[in-house]
């Protein structure tokens, strides 16, 4: 005879499982947070044309700041980028493609990438005509992906500029660079149309971005203009 | 004694001997081609392959054609190490390779002396015995019982059954070449006064075996002709590609797509019923006017057939691209060689797009292994998603397999050398390791742009002389303007230097010694800029550059050592149109008309009238505004822009400023590369 098993207690029912609520899609690109109060939408806005009018550091720290959230970032067009600037502001080099020379066939590189990448920072080697405009803006659309334009692009979402900056940390043959504090006015249309302009150090003394104030710069030293001149007697 | 051995042909080629990667692939060809005659090749030993003779000899129609058309179809491959090529039939391998090592020398009387060649060939089985021979060892081909060719081809033929006399007139120290045991046994024998192989096979097997042991047994049925072992052919290799043809031509990528697609699951079938997988596939697509283009794509057993056929309509999208983007482009921007050359999509014969259409396409496995999956690390691995993947590729077909990099950061000492490129779907591994401490690196931020090609630039101090740095590392003059080629010259407002780098002085090719210094000029930008041999290059730019880089092949990447004979100007880029004006004439209204005539700073009297500067491309995206006309911020005391101090000099003169590369011309000017 088999023993009598115990009987077992009776599980709880479980009160049915609160239905989470399905991510939607980022609407934009995560920027580094100093970038933040530039952008509407406090990132790149995911199927639009971002340009800055001049590559450097600027660039580089919007598509940094993507990079570092997970988005694979292709950098077209500027054979003369600063990955290791770029990896100082958070930029992931596993997920960075390079096509330092693209050719004629640059837009064609920037569609394709666009399939692949999330971010593109493309520096045109020509003037882009708006038929090829068009077209890579409608393969933006499709992919959900960013570009980031170097240069002029009638039509950008933000445009981005540096108006002035200014170095700290470096004498009359001592010293060395440590910081950068610029101004970087973003305008556009939409929602960027009203101009917005932040102080940034660009980079920070740590490499990095951040927001600075006007009145933080620092006045430098009063004897950086002095000259030692030979007097007489 | 009782089973006969059987006909066995080897070729040898004794340039072909050596161990090595070309040796082995020219033997590689040679066995191909012996293939040809005979499927089922054994491959001895390095330089030397052996097979079957009956059935091919039946079919060419005897021994000695058979190796004589062997010997022409070596000789046509062009492999260098061919001569010395022989030849040799005999039952047995043993036999066979020793009589193809004779072959040459068999050759070089038969060519000499025709004469007393013919008889012997024409009646080989009437020859006297081989005992009758005098100098046997010498002359083993001529009288013995074997033929030479008749075309003194360095061929042997031992006939059926006289393998046994052949042999017994070889030295045994050719037993030394079978094994170890070999060798030690023919040193003993010679020193037993048993000279031939003859004399060993006269003695009685029983003695040689109590005497000599196993060795000795196995030597005694070689010397014997006997005991050779069977050939170890390998079997021919299986063609596993694939391949279309389109009758008549398909004009259209889409069928050709289609098609690959079937190809691809063909192809993989056949891979998979075999076990096996490949790391890369070769797609060769031939258009109807003879034109081929072939890539090599990565595989690793990872690509389905969808996604090869995808591979295969970037080939043919990469095919036609050229044609389409110089269409698309201004004329004089892409001339057919130039897009031709960027987007060369494939090896040689491709560029063009292909007229008449598709004729031949085929998929061939390159790299076959054995499938044994694919495992990826558990963690710290970055996947390259297949959509990304596809992207890096697609631009890759367009523009070629350099052409998409990944970076990798690795060590060294300049901004340039800690970033390695290396192509997409390559491993990636830094040039220098990052490990090992690199000091001499500038500290600080990293520079955002980084110049592939450092740019050259004239640093002068107030007095308009170009600023250097002595050997012990003293500054001629506090730098006051910048340069920067193609560009107006810009006050420098601040900066810090020289820092002294010498790199690598125990080797020739990569020393250099440098001496580098940020420099911050007028309109707030920031550079760091070395002195190399004397001039100033610009390695990169702390905050941004408009303008468009000029290239100095090897300016940032190693210069050779000061004073080196190698250590010259680099090459400038192709003049694109004639300077206005001879050299003297604009140098000499340089300084009459600043700013107002465009400058071609390569045009120095020191360098002749031939060479010219580029002048600055009209796409460039402007050049920088002054920093006057930017607004100023609230407390833009900050950064005061000197102003110059000294009363005589604000322009800048370039009637003083020295030649480039004059810095041994006197202690004055003394560069930074000069020996201290």
């Known amino acids: 005879m088999l023993p009598t ?23 934009v690109l995560p920027v580094l947070p100093a970038l933040r109060e530039l952008l509407p939408g406090g990132g790149l806005a995911r199927g639009a044309v971002v340009t800055v009018a001049e590559f450097g550091l600027l660039a580089l720290a919007l598509a940094a700041g993507a990079s570092a959230d997970g988005a694979w970032c292709g950098i077209a067009g500027v054979p003369e980028a600063g990955v290791l600037a770029a990896v100082g502001l958070g930029l992931d080099v596993e997920r960075t493609l390079l096509v330092p020379d693209p050719g004629p066939a640059w837009a064609q590189v920037a569609a394709s990438l666009l399939d692949g990448c999330e971010l593109v920072l493309l520096r045109p080697p020509a003037r882009a005509p708006a038929q090829v405009r068009q ?8 992919g959900r992906g960013v570009l980031l334009v170097v240069g002029d692009w009638p039509g950008a979402q933000v445009r981005l500029r540096v108006l002035t900056r200014g170095w700290t940390g470096l004498g009359d043959g001592h010293g060395r660079l440590l910081a950068c504090c610029a101004q970087v006015m973003a305008d556009g249309r939409g929602e960027a149309a009203v101009p917005r302009t932040r102080w940034l150090w660009l980079p920070a003394e740590d490499g990095r971005v951040t927001a600075a104030e006007p009145a933080d710069v620092p006045v430098p030293d009063p004897g950086f203009a002095r000259h030692l001149q030979v007097v007489s007697g | 004694m009782s089973v006969p051995e059987y006909r066995v042909m080897v070729l040898c080629c004794p340039g072909l001997t050596a161990s090595g990667r070309e040796a082995a692939r020219l033997f590689e060809q040679v066995l191909t081609a012996v293939t040809a005659f005979c499927p089922r090749v054994e491959a001895v030993e390095p330089g030397v392959c052996a097979f079957g003779a009956r059935g091919p000899a039946r079919y060419f129609g005897g021994e000695a054609e058979l190796a004589g058309r062997i010997i022409a179809a070596v000789a046509e491959l062009g492999v260098p190490a061919r001569a010395g090529a022989g030849v040799g039939v005999a039952d047995g391998l043993f036999a066979a390779h020793l009589a193809a090592r ?97 004399d060993l096979a006269a003695l ?7 005497r000599f042991g196993a060795a000795g047994e196995t030597a005694h049925r070689l010397a014997s002709g006997l005991g050779s072992r069977p050939l170890a052919v390998r079997p021919p290799a299986e063609d596993l590609s694939v391949t279309r043809e389109f009758d008549p031509p398909e004009p259209l990528a889409e069928p050709v797509v289609f098609a690959a697609k079937a190809l691809a699951e063909r192809m993989h079938e056949g891979l998979a019923a075999r076990g096996l997988t490949c790391v890369r596939v070769q797609v060769r ?52 060689e130039a897009s031709a050359a960027q987007a060369g999509p494939a090896e040689a014969g491709a560029g063009d797009d292909p007229d008449g259409g598709i004729a031949v396409l085929r998929l061939v496995p390159d790299q076959v292994v054995r499938a044994t999956g694919h495992q990826l690390a558990l963690w710290g691995e970055t996947v390259v998603s297949d959509r990304v993947a596809r992207a890096a590729m697609r631009v890759q077909a367009m523009l070629g397999h350099e052409a998409v990099l990944r970076p990798v950061l690795g060590g060294g000492r300049d901004v340039s050398e800690r970033v390695n490129h290396v192509p997409f779907g390559e491993k990636r591994e830094p040039r220098l390791p ?15 742009v980084v110049y592939p090609f450092a740019r050259e630039a004239d640093v002068t101090d107030e007095a308009g002389a170009a600023v250097t740095v002595s050997g012990r590392c003293v500054v001629s003059a506090a730098p006051a303007w910048l340069a920067a080629d193609g560009e107006p010259p810009l006050r420098i407002t601040a900066w810090a230097g020289p820092w002294p780098l010498s790199e690598r002085w125990w080797d020739p090719a990569a020393a250099r010694r440098r001496a580098r210094f940020q420099l911050l000029t007028g309109d707030g930008r920031a550079w760091l800029a070395a002195v190399q041999d004397g001039r100033w290059l610009i390695e990169a730019g702390y905050l941004l550059w408009a303008g ?108 003083r400023r020295p030649r480039p590369g004059c810095a041994t011309k006197g202690p004055a000017c003394a560069p930074c590369s000069a020996p201290s």
Do not use: Y
């Open chain 1, 5 to 27: 098993l115990p009987v077992l207690p009776t599980l709880p029912v479980l009160p049915t499982l609160p239905v989470l609520p399905t991510l939607p899609t980022q609407p």
């Open chain 1, 135 to 142: 077209r890579l803006e409608a393969t933006l659309r499709r």
């Open chain 2, 102 to 198: 004779a072959a040459p020398a068999s050759a070089a009387p038969a060519s000499a002396a025709p004469a007393s060649a013919a008889p012997a060939s024409a009646a080989p089985a009437s020859a006297a015995p081989a005992s009758a021979a005098p100098a046997a060892p010498a002359a083993p081909a001529a009288p013995g019982a074997a033929s030479a060719a008749p075309a003194a081809r360095p061929v042997l033929v031992v006939p059926p059954g006289r393998t046994a006399e052949f042999l017994a007139r070889q030295p045994v120290s050719v037993l030394a070449d079978q094994d170890p045991a070999g060798q030690d046994l023919a040193g003993l024998l010679s020193r037993l006064g048993l000279r031939t192989l003859g």
């Open chain 2, 204 to 210: 009685s097997a029983g003695d040689v075996a109590s």
């Open chain 2, 285 to 336: 697509a031939i258009s109807a006017d003879g034109r081929e283009s072939r890539r090599l794509w990565r595989h690793d057993g990872l690509l389905t057939a969808a996604a090869l056929a995808d591979r295969v309509r970037w080939q043919l999208d990469g095919w036609r691209v050229p044609a389409s983007a110089a269409e698309a482009g201004p004329p004089e921007a892409g001339p057919p």
């Open chain 2, 434 to 448: 990052a490990s090992p401490p690199w000091p001499g690196r500038i500290m600080g931020a990293a520079p955002g």
């Open chain 2, 548 to 655: 468009t880089t000029r290239r100095f092949p090897g300016a940032s990447c190693g210069g050779g050592w000061p004073g080196a004979p190698g250590a010259k100007r680099p090459r400038r880029s192709p003049p694109r149109r004639p300077p206005r004006s001879p050299p003297r004439t604009l140098r000499a209204g340089r300084r009459r008309h600043r700013g107002g005539q465009r400058r071609h700073r390569g045009c120095r009297s020191s360098r002749g009238p031939s060479c010219t500067a580029t002048p600055r491309s009209a796409s460039s995206t402007g050049r920088p505004r002054p920093a006057s006309s930017l607004p100023r911020p609230p407390g833009s005391a900050w950064r005061p822009s000197r102003s110059p101090t000294t009363t005589g000099c604000t322009g800048f003169r370039s009637s």
